[in-house]
């Protein structure tokens, strides 16, 4: 059951087996905790978009038309769980004092320099707005084909490309002035 | 007008070996390779797992529990509506009042009703949410008692100015058609504007 494709576990689930959804978590929990911490800066807020986004899932699996294309689907549940925090914070810029802590001084040259550049990013990320930053963390940080963007936000695969370049070079000019 | 070379996109959608690019190009194509691998990486916040499952075994609150949550909570909302619109939701307004079983509302003279329509045939829920409660899908649930694919709900409301969307089963957002005025969401999208005005007592 551990390996069953999704159409096949989302039966299980809709079948009355509640505890196959655990399947769905360990398959997606970690990239969508990631993306909603992307989207969001905060740790806290992302889990709680992640998990109120989840449970929601859960009791509308049956809306699922495609089960194969469970992936964009529960990307856009959390999406929009992310957009509701957002906009509860009227916040589009997180504060750079939310920034997670670079590197201690006793850790290794290395582990200094990746600590360096993950603040560099997330502060220029911060500064994109929300439809770019969203554009380009699921196209480059999570990984999601033009395809999968468009059934998660219900834009256009061009509009989509037009942000993500935007969002490239938005990023390219906010890391070059932090440089 | 684009700030980056075109090449370096096309680098980094894969369309063209980096290799192939003049040295400072590349560089670039580094420096953004650099930073989204940054991203990627990192400590993932603490999981969620046992708070979904725990969640989920939970049977669902029925309907008059949430209805019964949702009266509970106090709420505020601004809105804006055009003068034909205003005329528009006095008729349906009054129409509502009319059919409604049950008694209308007791409205103080700072409080006005703001009606919302959507037309969503084969949709399963309807909802509406916005700056009146928080962008919180699940308090305000619009009907089709005609099942004609005609969603309706009324609220009543202080009055002034609030912005609005229509969430279809859970998961799709839609701008309100019929609203006439909006306001850029920051997502691409555009929230709907409302305008709530004095109706008086009654």
Redesign the interface.
């Known amino acids: 059951m551990r390996d069953a494709p999704d159409a096949e576990v989302v039966a299980r689930v809709l079948g009355g087996d ?2 196959a ?2 399947i769905v ?2 398959r997606y ?2 990239e969508l ?2 993306y ?3 989207m969001l800066g905060d ?2 807020a ?2 709680d978009a ?2 109120e986004g ?3 899932a ?3 699996l049956a ?1 699922c038309r495609d089960p194969n294309r469970l992936r964009p ?1 529960l990307y ?2 959390v999406a ?1 769980r992310c ?2 925090h957002l ?2 914070r009227r916040a ?1 810029v997180i504060p750079l004092d939310e920034a ?1 802590p670079v590197a201690d001084a006793a850790d290794s040259e290395a582990e200094v320099e ?1 600590a360096e ?2 603040a ?3 502060s ?2 911060a500064r994109l ?3 770019r930053r ?1 554009a380009f ?1 699921l196209r ?2 999570q990984g999601l084909s033009y395809e999968e963007m468009a059934a998660v ?3 256009t695969v061009t ?1 989509l490309r037009m ?1 993500v ?1 935007r969002a ?2 938005a ?3 906010a ?1 070059k002035e932090d440089a | 007008m684009s700030t980056l070379d075109p090449r370096i996109h096309q680098a980094l959608e894969g369309e063209i070996p980096r290799e192939t690019l003049p040295p400072d190009l590349q560089r670039a194509v580094e420096e953004l390779e650099r930073a989204t691998a940054a991203l990627r990486s990192g400590p993932l916040p603490a999981s969620v797992a046992d708070r979904v499952m725990t969640e989920i075994r939970r049977p669902a609150p029925t309907l008059a529990a949430r209805l019964g949550s949702w009266m509970a909570t106090p709420r505020a909302l601004t809105v804006h509506i055009r003068p034909l619109w205003t005329l528009a939701a006095a008729l349906l307004a009054g129409l509502v009042l009319l059919t409604a079983r049950e008694p209308a509302p007791v409205l103080s003279a700072e409080e006005g009703i703001a009606d919302f329509v959507g037309r969503f045939p084969g949709a399963r829920t309807v909802e509406v949410a916005g700056s009146f409660n928080d962008w919180r899908p699940g308090s305000l649930a619009l009907r089709d008692e005609d099942h004609d694919g005609v969603w309706r709900g009324s609220l009543v409301l202080p009055t002034g100015q609030h912005q609005y969307m229509f969430l279809v089963d859970g998961e799709r957002w839609v701008t309100d058609p019929l609203a006439g005025r909006y306001v850029d969401d920051g997502y691409g999208r555009q929230n709907a504007l409302l305008i709530v005005r004095r109706t008086g007592h009654r």
Do not use: C, M
């Open positions: 509640i505890e959804f655990g978590l360990r929990e970690p905790l990631r909603a911490q992307r740790p806290d992302a889990g992640v998990a989840l449970v929601r859960y009791r509308h809306s689907w856009r549940i929009n957009k509701t906009g509860r589009d997670p990746l550049r993950l560099r990013a997330e220029a990320l707005a929300p439809d969203e963390v480059h940080v936000t219900g834009a509009t942000r370049h490239r070079e990023l390219a000019a890391l």
